[in-house]
């Protein structure tokens, strides 16, 4: 019953470091999507990944990279850590309605 | 990249008032979705529209699909003090691709007892 699980919650790097946030389902969705979060901005795009095997980008890709590493895994990988990208990241998957199920952030800090 | 006019941006009201919000699109969405994300939590859906002019209740929640496909409507009745938080709508354009919404910027709200 867990839906959507995403680690770290927290993590704060220094520029020019390199993390990978995880985020796994366990509800089969086939869909599932990277979402960074900023006042005043809503919820942008980052990556998704339509069905396992396949990712496209989104809104705001630069800086970004993903793997799909099965039907339940899906990671957003920070190459070079920028403080632009001091966000709050979300993970997201959807199955055959249109709602996204959401998980409970990682908060993610650049300094 | 497409985006929602969501409004008010910020709502600070009394407990117990009643609250309206609005999701505005310069394109016509064949379902609209609102979200509420309590602090420090993820968005978790609360009504889905599919229909135009469909009015759905959840509780004190009320949405509506706009009849011209380009607006959706959230109203929370008697509001309390777990009202608080970001309440986001969503929307799938006509014609683009299924499995991507579309976010609006999202309404702040603050209920004082």
């Known amino acids: 019953n867990a839906g959507v699980t995403q680690t770290p919650k927290f993590q704060v790097l220094k520029t020019g470091q390199s993390m990978t946030l995880q985020c796994a389902q366990d509800?089969?969705?086939?869909?599932m999507y990277w979402y960074r979060q900023d006042p005043g901005m809503g919820l942008r795009l980052i990556y998704y990944?339509?069905?396992?095997?396949?990712?496209d980008k989104g809104e705001v890709p630069n800086g970004y990279n993903v793997s799909r590493l099965n039907k339940r895994e899906f990671s957003l990988r920070l190459e070079s850590a920028a403080p632009s990208q001091t966000s709050v990241y979300f993970c997201?998957?959807?199955?055959?309605?249109?709602?996204?199920?959401f998980g409970s952030g990682t908060r993610l800090t650049v300094v | 990249g497409q985006q929602l006019n969501q409004s008010p941006q910020s709502m600070f009201i009394q407990e117990g008032e009643d609250v309206s919000m609005n999701c505005t699109s310069s394109s016509i969405f064949n379902t609209w979705l609102w979200y509420k994300q309590d602090p420090g939590e993820g968005p978790v859906l609360l009504i889905a529209l599919y229909k135009a002019g469909e009015l759905t209740s959840n509780g004190r929640l009320t949405a509506q699909f706009g009849i011209t496909r380009k607006d959706s409507f959230l109203n929370i009745s008697a509001s309390i003090p777990s009202d608080v938080g970001i309440y986001f709508c969503a929307g799938q354009p006509r014609g683009g691709a299924t499995n991507k919404l579309i976010f609006g910027t999202g309404t702040l709200l603050a209920v004082q007892p």
């Open positions: 509800m089969n969705h086939n869909s």
């Open positions: 990944s339509a069905s396992e095997g396949t990712t």
């Open positions: 997201a998957s959807r199955g055959t309605v249109y709602g996204y199920t």
